[in-house]
């Protein structure tokens, strides 16, 4: 039986969990421009609003973690936020990026509707804490290092500051040799606590490294890691999207060309429909 995660309220009037829809997590890698984060905020939106489904916009004002010293990070926070904030106010929609660094924490706070935390920064306790005390929710994707049972201490770390706004989102775990392996039950241990659990189907596709001083990746499987993990009782999805990967400033080789996204999530909200209906039925 699926545990019905609890809802979480953000700003612009949109609220996801609560088992009540599937909700999307979408945009860039990084920011490249104010025009082309607006275009795909827009796009994304259309395409949304064709299946009511509750979007939040996502696109990273700074990579820290690229793998080359020469790689493209981003805006920077100044300029990435100010962006952040046109998207949220003239497309209307809640926006997510992350932080890497403590004292991001409140000035993102201001502009953001949702912090995420990087997979590879989900232990770093400083992070965690200046984060939670923004009372802002909280996207804590799990290391590719880590067993999902482990998530429990992360969660205990904001939760000591008040703060129960809390989403957990799967991105695959690393055994070395250039990918990323995608478990099933890592969906099902994480919803045990209760918040809603998110499937981040581009960065599972990912192969770190792969290209040598960058990542490469197998974008082909993002349906089906993002299929599998849905049926499995993911409550949103994560995802990547360009217009034209080959030409994205990050990530190229993950990303869910835009013109693929349509027919995505029609084949995973089919899923989601059907799932939750068996376990209704269960009941």
Same mark, same amino acid.
């Given at each position: 039986m699926l545990t019905v995660s609890r809802e979480i309220k953000l700003s612009e009037g949109t609220t996801i969990g609560g088992g009540k829809s599937l909700f999307l997590i979408a945009g860039p890698c990084v920011l490249e421009s104010e025009e082309h984060a607006? @275009?795909?905020? =827009?796009? +994304?939106?259309?395409?949304? =609003?064709?299946?009511?489904?509750?979007?939040? @916009?996502?696109?990273? @004002?700074?990579?820290?973690?690229?793998?080359?010293?020469?790689?493209?990070?981003?805006?920077?926070? &100044?300029? !990435?936020?100010?962006?952040?904030? *046109? $998207?949220?106010?003239?497309?209307?929609l809640p926006v997510l990026s992350d932080i890497h660094e403590p004292?991001?924490?409140?000035?993102?706070? &201001? $502009?953001?509707?949702?912090?995420?935390?990087?997979?590879?920064?989900?232990r770093q306790t400083d992070l965690l804490l200046a984060a939670a005390r923004t009372f802002k929710p909280i996207n804590l994707k799990k290391g590719q290092f880590m067993a999902p049972e482990d998530m429990a201490l $992360?969660? #205990?770390?904001? *939760?000591?500051? !008040?703060? #129960?706004? +809390?989403?957990? *989102?799967e991105r695959g775990t690393s055994f070395g040799y250039h990918d990323l392996i995608v478990d099933p039950r890592s969906i099902a241990i994480m919803k045990q606590w209760g918040y809603p659990v998110i499937i981040d189907a581009s960065h599972?596709?990912?192969?770190?490294?792969?290209? !040598?001083? =960058?990542?490469?990746?197998?974008?082909? @499987?993002?349906?089906?890691?993002?299929?599998?993990a849905i049926a499995a009782g993911a409550d949103g999805l994560f995802l990547e999207v360009h217009e034209e990967?080959? =030409?994205?400033?990050?990530?190229?080789?993950?990303?869910l060309k835009l013109d693929q996204l349509k027919e995505v999530l029609k084949s995973v909200l089919a899923?989601?429909?059907? *799932?939750? &209906? +068996?376990?209704? &039925?269960?009941?």
């Amino acid at each position: 039986m699926l545990t019905v995660s609890r809802e979480i309220k953000l700003s612009e009037g949109t609220t996801i969990g609560g088992g009540k829809s599937l909700f999307l997590i979408a945009g860039p890698c990084v920011l490249e421009s104010e025009e082309h984060a607006l @275009f795909l905020a =827009r796009q +994304i939106k259309q395409i949304c =609003r064709q299946f009511n489904l509750p979007f939040i @916009f996502k696109a990273s @004002f700074d990579k820290a973690n690229r793998s080359s010293l020469k790689s493209y990070r981003g805006p920077g926070i &100044e300029k !990435g936020l100010a962006i952040l904030k *046109t $998207v949220k106010e003239e497309v209307n929609l809640p926006v997510l990026s992350d932080i890497h660094e403590p004292w991001q924490a409140e000035p993102a706070a &201001e $502009v953001l509707d949702v912090l995420q935390i990087p997979a590879f920064l989900c232990r770093q306790t400083d992070l965690l804490l200046a984060a939670a005390r923004t009372f802002k929710p909280i996207n804590l994707k799990k290391g590719q290092f880590m067993a999902p049972e482990d998530m429990a201490l $992360v969660i #205990e770390k904001v *939760t000591s500051q !008040g703060n #129960e706004q +809390i989403m957990l *989102t799967e991105r695959g775990t690393s055994f070395g040799y250039h990918d990323l392996i995608v478990d099933p039950r890592s969906i099902a241990i994480m919803k045990q606590w209760g918040y809603p659990v998110i499937i981040d189907a581009s960065h599972s596709v990912q192969k770190p490294g792969g290209a !040598g001083i =960058r990542s490469s990746g197998r974008p082909e @499987f993002i349906p089906v890691i993002a299929k599998a993990a849905i049926a499995a009782g993911a409550d949103g999805l994560f995802l990547e999207v360009h217009e034209e990967p080959s =030409r994205a400033l990050s990530d190229k080789d993950n990303s869910l060309k835009l013109d693929q996204l349509k027919e995505v999530l029609k084949s995973v909200l089919a899923i989601w429909s059907s *799932t939750r &209906e +068996i376990n209704h &039925e269960e009941k």
